[in-house]
């Protein structure tokens, strides 16, 4: 069995840095080098105040130990690849804008680029890991091009490893996985490489919780978790409507659900709906695949999961504008939250952005805060949301703004559209004092404590929460 002593991740974003950063500080035998070709990228790894470009926490306290002594972050690639026993791919796999499988489809073009840079560049055998999230067989294609493009004492065998990382929480999450996954061709050099990797993760992964399984079965794996947990948040959402029409309250309807063992209390927390880079992406991935296999009613299926979610982000800032006396034109609406959830700096598919072009359209004036997210990120953001908008419109529209209380100011309404714990130690009633009257607060993330506002004079209105008696 081949003994891994160097390993290259190609990607230095949100999942290959944090990975990767863990595998150097928990085996400092292995020198552990991160491969990017964003300059930019790669010296906000190298900051010497650790002004990391991803906010996780727990990660600067990772990078910090292992820096400079086994963990190095390059832009030159060839030299990674060169040197490394074991590559990781990394790169990033949005889903495709255009050309076949528009909307639905993974681009895979950054794993291509990646693939035919090490068939290019390796001069000896190695062991190739899929990191990012693929469709399923996405090795075959990787091993074609390895194959086709390879000098004459390299050899290559590919394996699937993917992340089950949750932000907010992955540092934990890879110090003590549910499972690590890896998966192979069940050839014989298919499971020595396996094997390699396996000896990698048991240095602090205890062994019964590194799976093995086959190459195929780990790439559909990872887009089967994500669809099954985003499947589980629809759900609770779509009782959530059915709450508010009934004056049932979803939080304890969910409550009372998940105490059923076999169904468990995680991911029924009613929200304004799911966002990040995984959720919808690999649903849509999930959802072309079922089509191009002929498999019409499982895509039918799938994508109800994401209907439902976009569904979901539509209601609640119709019902923005349904309680603000049907017209928000002109009127001040403070955004708290930016992220697409607490304890990260992710915008990506975040269901704040949705309600802000919504809100935009409507002639609001907006007002965002969020602790985490840099205004160039916001910017871009909606920007991208509104392609048809100038820049300069919008940001006569919205502002950006350093605290919750300076959003609130001389607002009509405060929408919570991120689960931030500092949201709920607001000073609510200096906001209430700063706000026009009446003062109106719609709680997307089931995070203050609604009678309480009320005492303070808000109206409040609370996602999945019927006003019937």
């Not at 990767?20 to 080098?33: D, E, W």
């Not at 799938?302 to 006396?325: A, C, G, I, P």
């Not at 965002?368 to 529209?397: C, F, G, H, K, M």
Request: aromatic residues 8%; neutral net charge; charged residues 25%.
């Amino acid at each position: 069995m081949p003994r891994v002593k160097q390993i290259c991740c190609i990607g230095a974003g949100y999942v290959g840095g944090p990975t990767c950063a863990v595998i150097a500080l928990k085996c400092p035998h292995i020198r552990v080098t991160i491969v990017d070709l964003n300059q930019a990228r790669i010296d906000a790894w190298n900051s010497p105040d650790f002004n990391l470009p991803i906010y996780e926490p727990g990660l600067e306290d990772v990078v910090r130990q292992a820096r400079g002594r086994n963990l190095f972050f390059s832009t030159d690639v060839d030299k990674g690849i060169r040197d490394a026993d074991l590559i990781f791919v990394s790169v990033n796999t949005p889903t495709k804008k255009s050309g076949v499988g528009a909307g639905f489809a993974a681009d895979l073009n950054y794993v291509e680029l990646a693939t035919r840079r090490i068939a290019a560049t390796a001069t000896s055998s190695k062991i190739v890991v899929e990191k990012s999230t693929v469709p399923c067989r996405t090795a075959e294609s990787m091993r074609t091009i390895l194959d086709a493009n390879s000098k004459p004492n390299a050899r290559f065998d590919i394996l699937s490893n993917p992340e089950f990382l949750a932000e907010g929480t992955a540092i934990d999450d890879l110090f003590a996985p549910d499972r690590v996954l890896i998966g192979s061709l069940q050839t014989q050099e298919g499971k020595e490489a396996c094997a390699a990797l396996s000896e990698v993760y048991q240095n602090w992964v205890p062994k019964e919780r590194i799976l093995t399984v086959g190459l195929w079965s780990s790439e559909l794996s990872k887009l089967a978790a994500n669809a099954m947990l985003a499947q589980r948040i629809s759900s609770v959402n779509a009782l959530s409507a059915i709450c508010e029409a009934t004056g049932a309250n979803i939080a304890e309807v969910a409550h009372s659900i998940g105490q059923d063992s076999r169904i468990g209390p995680k991911f029924l927390r009613a929200s304004v709906g799911f966002g990040g880079s995984c959720f919808q992406k690999d649903i849509l991935n999930l959802v072309y695949l079922s089509e191009s296999l002929n498999l019409k009613e499982v895509a039918e299926y799938w994508k109800q999961v994401v209907t439902m979610n976009e569904y979901q982000k539509r209601r609640f800032s119709k019902r923005v504008v349904d309680t603000l006396f049907n017209t928000i034109t002109g009127k001040r609406i403070a955004v708290l939250g930016f992220a697409f959830k607490a304890d990260t700096g992710d915008t990506r598919e975040s269901a704040a952005i949705t309600l802000i072009r919504d809100f935009q359209q409507e002639r609001a004036l907006v007002n965002i805060y969020d602790p985490q997210v840099e205004s160039n990120q916001i910017w871009a953001d909606l920007n991208e949301a509104s392609p048809d908008v100038p820049l300069d419109t919008i940001q006569r529209q919205v502002s950006i703004c350093s605290s919750a209380l300076e959003a609130c100011k001389n607002a009509e309404a405060v929408v919570i559209a991120t689960e931030w714990a500092e949201f709920k130690t607001i000073d609510w009633q200096a906001v209430y004092a700063g706000m026009n009257k009446p003062a109106f607060v719609f709680d997307g993330r089931l995070l203050v404590d609604a009678d309480k506002l009320r005492s303070i004079g808000f109206k409040v209105t609370v996602i999945g929460r019927g006003e019937r008696l």
